[in-house]
C-alpha cells in the first residue's frame, strides 16, 4: 500500500521498558517528522529527518532516539519508557520543496 | 520562535449552521504557511485547508473557508452548512516558507479546538 504507515497501532508497556515504533513511507520523501499528541499541548515536535543519515532534535526530544538508515524508514525509540511519555505519537513525511505533509495513522502508547 | 494560540478549547454549533474557529499565530516572518487539521476520532490528521501567506486572496475548499488577516496573524477557520460528520478536534499550524533556524519545515500547532455539531 502506499502511503506513510505506523506500527504498532497501540502499545502497552511498563516503565524503563525499552520501545521503538515504526514509521514507513512509500513516497520517497525527504523529510520526516516524529511528534507526541497530548491533550492541552497539541502536536510536539519531537525529532525529525531531512535525508538518510540526517536527524535533529525537535521541541521534545529528552528520552527518545531516532536513526534514519533508510529514506523509507524512521523509528523511534523510547530507551527507558516512563510514565509521562505515555502519549500518542504521529509520524509525518513531506517531499523536497513541497508544502504538503502525509501523517501516518498514529500510535497510542501507554506506559504502566 | 513561532507559537500558534487557539483560544478556543471547545466549540459546539448547529446542523446546518455556520461555525467560526479562531487562531492566531505570532512570527516575526514575512512568509511561511498556515494549515488547518482535522482530527475525527480515528486519529487520522486530515489537511481542510492551507494559505499561503504571501496570497492575499482567502483559502476556500468547498464548506471551508479562511479569514486570513496577516497584519492581525489571525487565521479563522469557517465551516458553512456543518455536518455531522464536521465533528472533530481542529488543529491549526504554522510552517515557516524557508528552512529558517535550522528546523526543516516543521509544522508548529496550536492546541486544538474540540468542535461538536448536534443535530
Known amino acids: 500500500d502506499a502511503g506513510i504507515t505506523q506500527s504498532p497501532r497501540y502499545k502497552i508497556t511498563e516503565t524503563g521498558r525499552q520501545v521503538t515504533l515504526m514509521c514507513h513511507q512509500t513516497?520517497?520523501?525527504?523529510?520526516m517528522f516524529w511528534y507526541r499528541q497530548d491533550l492541552g499541548h497539541g502536536l510536539r515536535l519531537i525529532y525529525y529527518?531531512?535525508?538518510?543519515?540526517?536527524?535533529d532534535k525537535g521541541e521534545v526530544p529528552d528520552g527518545y532516539v531516532v536513526s534514519r538508515s533508510k529514506t523509507e524508514n524512521f523509528p523511534l525509540t523510547l530507551e527507558s519508557a516512563t510514565r509521562s511519555q505515555t502519549s500518542v505519537y504521529f509520524c509525518?513525511?513531506?517531499?523536497?520543496?513541497?508544502?504538503?505533509?502525509?501523517f501516518g495513522s498514529g500510535t497510542r502508547l501507554t506506559v504502566v | 520562535a513561532q507559537t500558534v494560540t487557539q483560544s478556543q478549547p471547545e466549540m459546539s454549533v448547529q446542523e446546518a449552521e455556520t461555525v467560526t474557529l479562531s487562531c492566531t499565530y505570532d512570527?516575526?516572518?514575512?512568509?511561511?504557511?498556515l494549515f488547518w487539521y482535522k482530527q475525527p476520532p480515528s486519529r487520522q490528521m486530515i489537511l481542510v485547508i492551507r494559505?499561503?501567506?504571501?496570497?492575499?486572496q482567502n483559502a476556500t475548499e468547498n464548506r471551508f473557508s479562511v479569514n486570513f488577516q496577516k497584519a492581525a496573524k489571525s487565521f479563522s477557520l469557517k465551516i458553512s452548512d456543518s455536518q455531522l460528520g464536521d465533528a472533530a478536534m481542529y488543529f491549526c499550524?504554522?510552517?515557516?516558507?524557508?528552512?529558517?533556524?535550522?528546523?526543516?519545515?516543521?509544522?508548529?500547532f496550536g492546541k486544538g479546538t474540540k468542535l461538536s455539531v448536534k443535530p
Open positions: 513516497w520517497s520523501h525527504s523529510y
Open positions: 529527518s531531512a535525508a538518510a543519515d540526517i536527524t
Open positions: 512570527t516575526s516572518e514575512s512568509d511561511y504557511y
Open positions: 494559505q499561503e501567506a504571501y496570497k492575499q
Open positions: 509525518a513525511s513531506r517531499g523536497q520543496g513541497d508544502y504538503g505533509y502525509t
Open positions: 499550524a504554522y510552517r515557516s516558507f524557508m528552512n529558517y533556524g535550522g528546523s526543516q519545515g516543521n509544522l508548529i
